[in-house]
């Protein structure tokens, strides 16, 4: 595939050309230029993605995004690691918005296939479902995961439209290969009752954002396994995060922000992240541009750190746990790496003619050693038998 006539080059590379020192973000990007763009991406593993669409915006300064954050991005330190970043610029739009769409869509399928991981900078939410649908090609199970103060599923008032709401298109969609979906951090007082039956009606996961906050590290097993991440900006507090098209004075705090894209970034599965909704008219003294920055950066520093660790891969590195659960005939497997002292769990399916193996927590081993089936586990397997 020929990605060169997808991409405009950033016009401003230039002022980072020679600045390359030891120890800078700069030593892991190479840039497309207009004097030279990137042809061959076998030595990169990941890929950054500028975002100016702005027909599916009411906000003026959207298409201006991408580039505000690379010039905060290039100036911070290196994430560690020797992984390798290929800026490739911004996304040309096509002559419409479904174009634009269908554009990314394979440009993502691509890099996926490729192994590259995709970095999204800006736009809306609604490219996240270009992306969804690049996971089509892959034919692999994929886990969608928001976080975002809302489900966007019903309407709370006449303007918004919840059909045209990314998650909406994909749950809607859904395809061959829709295995799960996670609202991570929703605000009670933006979701309806409605749209948390819904939830629980298709054994989906919906996290509130004060059961998040008051253990984040419990979000480490669900972006571990995940595959599309969509990190809404205004999932942050409006002291932290102004700039958000849909500022609330609630949210998560720019450090737990900060926390849950390096759980993101460590996660082996995670194959695509995308950071949208921001909103640089409404930002004040490019707070939100800064910190989004900073967002993408602990992404890549939990992607400088990754393991490739899978039970079932090298079980010599893990410990086997086996629980029997008296009177309810059933035996829980899990998995403590000897490395990283991570978890997960087997759960059974006659779907797949296998057991599934999912991330799981400390507590959840507790859980069943105190003869309590963990609710992680009950709900994947109402999903697939």
Known sequence: MELQG????????????????????????QFSTTEKQIEDLSGYDAVIIGITENRNSRHKGVENIPDLIRKKLYTLSSPGGKKKIADLGNFLNGKTLDDTFIGLRDVIAFLLKENKIPVILGGSSQNAYAAYLAYEFTKKNVSVTAISPRIDLVSLHEEFKPEETCINKILNFKGDHFFNYTSLGYQSCMVTRQELDLIEKMNFDAYRLGTVRNNLRDSEPVLRDTDLLIFDISSLKQADAPGSNYPSPNGFYSEEACQLSRYAGISDKLSCFGLFEINPGFDFQDQTIGLSAEIIWYFFEGFSQRRKEYPLNNPKKFTKYIVTLEGKGEDLVFYKSQETSRWWIEVPSTKYNSSVLIACTYEDYQKASGQELPDRWWRTYQKIN
């Open 6 to 29: 997808y991409f405009e080059p950033t016009t401003f590379s230039g002022i980072f050309r020679g600045k390359e020192k030891s120890g800078s973000f700069l030593e892991h990007i």
